[in-house]
């Protein structure tokens, strides 16, 4: 007698073992019964890594970062032949400049302040924001933050080191200027004796002493937007998203400084005393707003320090 099974045709009503041959999809390994039966062929999922998450990664993703350093260093660099030129070919400044930019056609040692000054609000800020920015939450995007913590270093640790590493590139960026200042007023303009502020005439090499004090005073000046653009990247996981918000941030403040009916507030901003270190070009020095500004960049440091801190040491790491 002849029956239909689901399997095949077989006679007596008896099932058979399916003759149709499977299809194999992907890497199998054997598997059979205790009694020796027959072995059938177990499908084993390949499961791939993804790409984001590979440690070989991390040197492309810091390839890029050291690139965009190298870049924010070098276009800030590129301001003082910019400035140099502009005032050679008598273009007028948008605005009232400081007391010393009308003297750098007479002394190209003026440009390095000059130089220092026409930076300070805006490409400085945007550089340390940008690498601030990314410190952290580039890291977490490339895939690599996970793997920086598995060292024994721990969270405390790493995060200082990004924070001294940001502290170093606004110093390598201010001397980047002030280096390449000194080099085009020295090609362009005459060099020598100068003038200060005061009127007093003071030696080129207590000229020169005194445009590295500035460039340290510019580099300490920076160190409140280091710290900001620290506790945003610990904040998100993209550092796009970190650096645009460091930087809008930076613009807003920098706008709400220039508002007549925000006086009150504006002293504790920290841009409000950027340009205090035109008074190193007096005779006597004038000290009063240079400590102001250094002891408003160290609140700064200390506030959103110990917010990155907290917020760095309680996240929760999955990147």
Known sequence: MWAFSRTRLVRGGHRGPAAVPRRSRGP???????????????????????AS??????????????GSVAASAVNTGNSPLLGTCAMNAGAAPPS?????????????????FTALAATLPFF????????????????ASAGTLRYLLVAP??????????????????LLATLVVAVSALAVGAL???????????????????????????????????????ALGLFVSTLTTSG????????????TVQIVDQIPQLHAIQP???????LSFADLMREPVYWDDLQKNLGLQALYVAVFGSAAWARFTTKDITT
């Open 28 to 50: 199998t390994c054997p598997s059979g019964g205790p009694d020796g039966g027959a072995r059938r062929e177990r499908r084993v999922p390949a499961i791939a890594a993804p």
């Open 53 to 66: 998450a590979s440690p070989a990664r991390a040197p492309t993703a810091s390839g890029r970062r050291n």
């Open 96 to 112: 009232p400049p400081p007391a010393f930019m009308a003297q750098v056609t007479n002394n190209g040692l003026f440009l390095v």
């Open 124 to 139: 400085l800020p945007m550089a340390v924001g940008v690498v601030a920015g990314d410190a952290i939450a580039g890291e």
């Open 153 to 170: 270093a721990g969270r405390t640790r790493l995060l200082l080191a990004k924070y001294v590493t940001t502290v170093a590139f606004c």
């Open 188 to 226: 362009l303009c005459p060099l020598g004796d100068l003038t200060t502020i005061s009127g007093t005439r003071i030696t080129f090499g207590e000229g020169l002493a005194r445009a590295l004090l500035i460039a340290l005073v510019v580099a300490a000046s920076l160190l409140g937007v280091a």
């Open 240 to 251: 796009i998203a970190a650096m645009a918000t460091t930087v809008g941030l930076l613009t």
């Open 268 to 274: 504790y901003l920290f841009p409000h005393y950027w």
